[in-house]
């Protein structure tokens, strides 16, 4: 291993271990540095130190060509900021010779965001009974457990603004229904407590009485006790599950938008926006770092922005 590998998985131990960043972050970070490390062998640079702003530079060059997005080459980049500064602070080498190049400027691309009669239609099509006719009579049939389960799962993504894999990490002493509140964990295991709505508790509840005791009844093997959210071998919920769930809830309520587990965080932050939050307190809810990251969800459509115009304007009608 030489000087350059071994300073790259020191920094990796250092954000895992110091710093606390998600396994999912310290993944990332990995991937990014390992393709610039192979890059920087294949131009013939060897140890760490003999790295100069010019090959930094250069690499940004290939990302570009190779068709990398904006939004890529810049996350790319902000991992190779990152090493060197550590390098430097390590003492590893003197100078950081990224600090000068930056992240290419890109279009900054809007979430996907559903409104709020998207959302409506898209949680009020799980059904969580079912009727069935019989010679002319109506029955109700039970609750069905795995419904009632992602009622449950989608009302509190959108209640609370939850990231997927907060969802499924969700405790069952994370939750308290009586006082309306959740404790999230989120990235660097920095946890926050946030507010949950009336149908997401009353969704809640219902999938806690009468759904999850099933799922735990219809498993072959230990269940797992604390998760909130269990999928139907009474193990924790996956976050490729709440994909598949989000996407066939999608599919009911005939929504044709891209759907994914952040399609409800997106639309949770843009609602509270729209109704008149600010900024500061939706940047809380979400568990941003920066209120930088927030501020994407400041965007007006433009049938707002119309509408504003023609209220607003003295001469606009």
Known sequence: MDDFERTIRQFLAHIDVERGLSKATVSAYGADLKKYRQWLADQGVGGIAAVTTQDVERYIVFLDESGESSRSKARRL???????????????????????????????????????????????????????????????????PVMLRDKALLEFMYATGARVSEACGANLDDVDVDGRIARLMGKGSKQRLVPVGSYACEAIIRYLHAGRPKLESKSKGPVERRALFLNKRGKRLSRQSVWEIIRGAGERAHI???????????????????????????????????VTTTQIYTHISPENLIETYLMSHPRAR
């Open 78 to 144: 902000a991992s190779i900021h990152a090493l060197h500064r550590f390098a430097v602070n390590e003492h590893i080498v003197v100078d950081d010779v990224s600090a000068q190049v930056k992240a290419p400027k890109g279009v900054s691309t809007l979430p996907d965001v559903l409104t709020v009669d998207e959302v409506a239609r898209l949680l009020d099509s799980i059904p969580v009974s079912q009727n069935r006719e019989h010679d002319g009579v109506v029955s109700e049939f039970p609750d069905d």
């Open 256 to 290: 044709d938008k891209p759907l994914h587990p952040h399609t409800l965080r997106h639309s949770f932050a843009t609602h509270l926006i729209q109704g008149g939050a600010d900024v500061r307190t939706v940047q809380e809810l979400l568990g941003h770092a920066s």
